[in-house]
């Protein structure tokens, strides 16, 4: 390998932890959307049981994708209550993992939506903006890496939560493929938030294992540990 240039797995040793966690991320998201298409094109206008694509629908109560959000949320609220370096991470953390537990458990927005004939975004939209700011105010406390994959993530959810009142003739989506993409984009926005606080607690473990290869006489280059960053 050419002088200066750093091995894929230094790579990974080094700045890789949220790397790993969005490849999974991507991998069951991948796999969720072929598994819902696959399952809609096997039942479209047939009369075979329709569990699998109640079982596969990113849009169905208790579906696979629908679970796996929740836990994605939870998680990232899980993470940003272990890094806890202000009121706004604390306000992140209870709020991600309220929004977990509503996403599979509580259904309340829907609830909201169906007695008052009003989209959901439109009644949320103070508590939207208020949870988009205050996750934006943790990325104070991130690196360059972090601030760019939760930019990248406050996007992608303000985007999916942007598409699910799109109705406008001119965008010529159909109920099932305009579901598909807002719950993707909400998915991809909750995983890459979650990978900007999994990135935030991978340097301090990094920190650790400099620190203890240079008591220990390890000749390991910091720069290489840390991943160049």
């Not at 998201?29 to 596969?56: C, D, K, M, N, W």
């Not at 977990?100 to 939209?125: K, N, R, S």
């Not at 909750?190 to 920190?207: D, E, I, K, Q, Y």
């Amino acid at each position: 390998m050419a002088p200066g240039r750093r091995s894929p797995a230094a790579l990974l040793r080094g700045r890789g932890g949220w790397l790993w966690i969005l490849g999974l991320l991507a991998a069951v998201q991948v796999v969720f959307i072929a598994g819902h298409l696959a399952a809609f094109a096997a039942t479209e206008g047939s009369s075979a049981p329709r569990e699998a694509r109640q079982l596969l629908d990113f849009n169905q109560e208790g579906s696979l994708p629908t679970y796996w959000s929740a836990l994605v949320l939870a998680s990232a609220g899980v993470l940003a209550l272990v890094i806890r370096r202000g009121a706004a991470w604390l306000l992140a953390g209870a709020g991600l993992i309220w929004v977990g537990l509503e996403e599979a458990f509580i259904h309340l927005h829907e609830d909201v939506q169906i007695g008052t004939g009003i989209d959901w975004p439109v009644l949320y939209a103070p508590l939207l903006a208020a949870g988009a700011w205050i996750l934006y105010e943790t990325a104070r406390d991130l690196d360059r890496t972090g601030k760019r994959l939760l930019i990248a993530g406050l996007a992608c959810m303000v985007a999916g939560v942007g598409a699910e009142l799109l109705s406008s003739p001119a965008i010529a989506l159909d109920f099932q493929t305009r579901n598909l993409v807002e719950e993707n984009l909400e998915l991809a926005g909750t995983g890459l938030v979650l990978c900007a606080f999994a990135s935030a607690l991978w340097p301090a473990a990094v920190r650790g294992r400099t620190t203890r290869s240079v008591a220990n006489g390890s000749s390991t280059p910091a720069r290489e540990l840390e991943g160049g960053n």
